[in-house]
């Protein structure tokens, strides 16, 4: 019953922008922590970002701060991703995931840490 869906991604060249959205429906993740992974084929899902239940504290991979930031609308019960100044070792699979636990102020960078995922986006960055 609980689904996350991501939208947002496609084909970008070296240097260009894309916004992933994450659209939650089946319960509130408004005391949640979510985040954000990606997988490139051959590897292992790595993590990208996370953001506490009211988006006051957020983390970032060292390969993505500063050209990346995750936001959320709890309103919307939604998360986003902004990419900016994207490079070819950005293309993966985009995965949206949250916490199934209330966690106020957590930010979880596993992926054990996570209960609930979405299906994935493509993002291809062309040289």
């Known amino acids: 019953q609980v689904q996350l869906v991501e939208s947002g991604g496609g084909l970008v060249q070296t240097g260009g922008s894309l916004r992933l959205s994450c659209a939650a429906s089946?319960?509130?993740?408004?005391?949640?922590?979510m985040g954000w992974f990606r997988q490139a084929p051959g590897k292992e899902r790595e993590f990208v970002a996370t953001?506490?239940?009211?988006?006051?504290?957020?983390y970032y991979s060292d390969s993505v701060k500063g050209r990346f930031t995750i936001s959320r609308d709890n309103a919307k019960n939604a998360e986003y991703l902004q990419m900016n100044g994207l490079k070819p070792e950005d293309t993966a699979v985009y995965y949206c995931?949250?916490?199934?636990?209330?966690?106020?102020?957590?930010?979880?960078?596993?992926?054990?840490?996570?209960?609930?995922w979405g299906q994935g986006t493509q993002v291809t960055v062309s040289s």
């Open positions: 995931a949250a916490d199934g636990d209330y966690n106020y102020g957590y930010l979880p960078q596993s992926v054990s840490q996570y209960e609930y």
């Open positions: 089946g319960r509130s993740f408004s005391s949640n922590a």
């Open positions: 953001i506490s239940w009211n988006g006051g504290n957020t």
